[in-house]
């Protein structure tokens, strides 16, 4: 089961409309048609988007390989396809998603730096006041 399928499946456990998603998304349906149906390719922003609008992870979403695709309202077994092999697609994504994450981390470990600093002035300002 590609991404396309896997959004497909998703969208439909969830018993949303295709209106309905493209219009969280802020697409036409038929934009959103050729999603499902794999008539264009679906970039990183656009499937955290989806992932926002459906209320799963990102990673549950893309899933690793040989996991079955559940219903992820009520974790019922919605298909019996199982994910064999990712496509080129599916790993650039991931990769996507690598370098997004590791971004996020040095930003916080900036922010974690200049709280320490605030610590660390406070802490000045307070034995100085003694």
């Known amino acids: 089961m590609n991404i ?8 439909l456990s969830k018993n949303y409309t295709q209106d309905y998603v493209a219009s969280q998304m802020g697409i036409s349906q ?3 048609s050729k ?4 008539e264009v390719k679906i970039d990183f922003d656009r499937l955290k988007k989806l992932s926002e609008i459906f ?3 990102l990673s549950e979403m893309l899933s690793d390989d040989n996991k079955q695709v559940n219903n992820f309202n009520n974790n019922k077994l919605i298909t019996n396809a199982v994910v064999n092999n990712y496509s080129q697609f599916q790993v650039d994504i991931q990769n996507e998603m690598i370098l997004f994450l590791k971004e996020e981390i040095k930003m916080l470990k900036i922010q974690i730096d ?3 600093e605030q610590i660390s002035d406070l802490i000045k300002v307070i034995s100085e006041n003694k």
């Open 30 to 32: 038929r934009q959103y």
């Open 55 to 57: 209320d799963i992870n």
């Open 114 to 116: 200049k709280k320490d």
């Open 4 to 11: 396309h399928e896997r959004i497909k499946a998703i969208r």
């Open 35 to 38: 999603i499902e149906s794999c």
